[in-house]
């Protein structure tokens, strides 16, 4: 996979996102990162995760999931 396919597709991802979508992309990012982590706080301790763990809360309690 070359560097454009990685954007394109990282790009896609984030437009699925409705409401949070920064909040919601570094979950991601740092869920491909801390794979052991198991808690909201313990995965806000990713270097991805560039916010403080109650955003997290937030990002998934106003999030609207489309299918």
Not at 9 to 17: N, T, V
Not at 19 to 32: G, I, Q
Request: with cysteine; glycine share 2%; charged share 20%.
């Amino acid at each position: 996979m070359d560097l454009s396919t990685l954007q394109l597709y990282r790009h896609e991802i984030y437009s699925c996102f409705q409401r949070a979508k920064a909040a919601l992309f570094d979950t991601v990012d740092a869920l491909l990162s801390e794979t052991q982590a198991q808690s909201f706080a313990e995965l806000s301790q990713s270097p991805f995760f560039q916010r403080r763990w109650p955003s997290l809360y937030e990002a998934f309690g106003v999030t609207r999931w489309s299918k």
